[in-house]
C-alpha cells in the first residue's frame, strides 16, 4: 500500500489477551475492531464525528498472513482508496511489530466499502421503506481529499 495516500489513519496498540484464544494467538475479528479504530482515529483528526453514525460497512475481505500475539505491539492503517458519490473504498494493513525475536510482519490486509446512509430525519427512504445512500456531504469529500500535510 501507498503510505503517501491523502486520507490515511493509523491506530497503535498491543494485543491484549482478550483478543486471544487460549494459544494467545489474536482472534480474526481483532483486525476489524484494529482497523475500526485507526478509521477512528482518521475521522476525529478530519472533524468527521458523525461518519460512523451514518456509514455502514457493506462488504469486508481480509487476508490472514501471519499470526499476532498476546503481548505484542500492533499497528493498524486504513488508506482511503477511492470515493465515490455515496460509497467509500478503504484498504488497510495490520502489522505486528517486533516481539520476542520475530520481525515486523505484515499480519493481515484487506478492503472495505463504507456507504453514505445518512441519519434520522436526513436518511432516504424508498417507497417500500428500505433504506437508501445517499451523496457524501461536500465537507467530508473535502475533509477527506485535502491533503493536510501542507
Known amino acids: 500500500m501507498d503510505d503517501s495516500s491523502l486520507a490515511c489513519g493509523h491506530f497503535r496498540t498491543r494485543v491484549e489477551w482478550i483478543d486471544t484464544d487460549a494459544s494467545g494467538i489474536y482472534h480474526n475479528s481483532t483486525v476489524t475492531r484494529f482497523v475500526e479504530a485507526a478509521e477512528a482515529t482518521l475521522m476525529r483528526e478530519r472533524g468527521l ?8 460497512r457493506v462488504r469486508f475481505e481480509a487476508d490472514f498472513l501471519a499470526p ?5 505491539e500492533a499497528t493498524a ?5 477511492a470515493i465515490g458519490s ?5 484498504e488497510f494493513e495490520v502489522w505486528g ?5 520475530r520481525p515486523r ?18 436518511a432516504a427512504t424508498a417507497d417500500d421503506g428500505s433504506r437508501r445512500s445517499l451523496p457524501w456531504p461536500a ?7 485535502t491533503d493536510l500535510r501542507a
Open 77 to 81: 492503517t486504513v488508506f482511503l482508496a
Open 139 to 145: 465537507e467530508w469529500v473535502a475533509a477527506l481529499t
Open 49 to 56: 464525528g458523525g461518519y460512523f453514525a451514518s456509514a455502514p
Open 97 to 101: 511489530e517486533e516481539f520476542e525475536g
Open 68 to 72: 499476532l500475539f498476546f503481548g505484542q
Open 86 to 90: 455515496s460509497s467509500m473504498t478503504w
Open 105 to 122: 510482519t505484515r499480519a493481515a490486509r484487506g478492503r472495505y466499502v463504507t456507504v453514505h446512509m445518512g441519519t434520522g430525519q436526513v
